[in-house]
């Protein structure tokens, strides 16, 4: 076997073994979140690995459905949301 042939074959498996390790690593939480502004409300489902971050992006989503601009954005934001059920996956 080759030079070429061990480096390739090695970065094939640590591409593989990365690939391995990030779909089996995956998401820990589910969360609905949902926010209500201008009484317009908007539901979202995310996942990701921290619940908090997991929350914010949530938020984060669910606020550009209901928002125009980036100050209307930004308040959004700010607020509280209406609901926000998270659970362990």
Not at 53 to 64: E, H, P, Q, V
Request: proline fraction near 1%; charge should be negative.
């Amino acid at each position: 076997m080759s030079k070429g042939s061990i480096i390739t074959f090695s970065f094939l498996m640590f591409i593989g073994y990365l690939s391995f390790t990030m779909i089996w690593s995956g998401s820990k939480f589910q969360c609905e979140i949902c926010v209500e502004y201008n009484g317009v409300r908007s539901c979202q489902e995310v996942e990701g690995m921290a619940k908090q971050d997991t929350i914010m992006t949530g938020m984060s989503t669910a606020c550009a459905a209901v928002t125009n601009g980036r100050t209307e954005s930004i308040d959004c934001s700010m607020i509280q949301p209406v609901k926000v059920q998270c659970k362990d996956i």
